[in-house]
């Protein structure tokens, strides 16, 4: 029998892997371990961890109920919201703020005193830079604090945003737990079994768990679907940085033959890269059929034919890969084989 030939591991900072990885309530303590590492010297230890739901109840009869991307309580009451975002959103700060206020007072029920709001702690990794300036470091802390005798206010509230860009270390650089689990973010895709163990035990779990979910296709079309819409996101360049362009090339034209020769090398480079984007893009949506083919199959509990392989690429050409794949997800095996039937 062939041996089956494991598929590459997803990253960990995609969204839906982070959510598998340490959203599960039976194994808290791959978020217990990151916790610790990320709040380490903020805050004792955590000793235990209870996962809870991540859609908040409304206060409100027209507001809709945020939905946030990881929450948990410790031993204590200690309340923490842990958001992964991979592409740039403006008014961040403010968005950071409402996620963390939402939570806080959702603690307190109808009887309840002010008493019994515990601390709200909220963890926010970014895949950019949100301060724009990697000289002051990777992780920042806010409090609410006194301008003047820089007096803390209450430990009822902290705000942590960690910059992935901005954390560069390489594997023999990693000091602290925290440094292990943010390599462990970025990387883990590509590390071996080996660096993972020699980091730390439960880095190496979440290694392992890792590689495991990397074979469900069903997350791969996940992952799929949101490297998809960043990729979509990037190729859309704005206005102004076009405008910015069609300048700098105008104002080279103007200051002289080398100033031209360079604009002339740097649109060049510009048309490579964008080669190259679109050659990965090709590739992705080839990786993505291969996906919503597969889920199909899954859900019919047999192998397709090849004429119905090629009438579902063909439904893909015309509307999408991502509504072949959501069919798979959202229909049941009668309807998709009526579906197979009608083509």
Known sequence: MAKKTLKSKL??????????????RNEPELLLSLLNGLLEGHQPPLVSLQI??????????????????????DEGGRQYNVEVQLSRKTRYAERALYYWS??????????????DLRPTIGIHLLDWSFFGKPNLGYHHTFHITDDLHHRRLTDHFALHILELPNFNRALDELD???????YFIKNGHTMTHKQAQDLDRTIDRAEKKLAFMSQDDRL???????????????????????????????????????????????????????????????????EGLLLALRLWERAVGRALSAPERERLKDIARDQGIEGLGELAFDADKARLEGLLKGL
């Open 11 to 24: 990253e960990p900072k995609f969204d839906v892997v982070f959510l598998s990885l340490f959203g599960d």
């Open 220 to 286: 791969r079309f996940q992952a799929f679907m949101l490297d998809k819409r960043l990729r979509d996101e990037a190729t859309h360049i704005p206005d102004l940085e076009r405008e910015a362009r069609e300048k700098g090339h105008a104002a080279g034209l103007e200051a002289g033959l080398e100033a031209g020769l360079e604009a002339g090398r740097e649109a060049g480079r510009e048309e490579g890269r964008e080669a190259g984007r679109e050659e990965g893009r090709e590739e992705g949506r080839e």
């Open 176 to 182: 602290t737990l925290e440094d292990k689990w943010l």
């Open 52 to 73: 809870e739901p991540t859609r908040l109840a409304s206060h409100f009869a027209d507001d809709k109920s945020p939905v946030l991307d990881l929450c948990a309580t």
């Open 102 to 115: 939402r939570l806080f007072v959702a603690q307190l029920k109808q009887g309840h005193l002010y008493s």
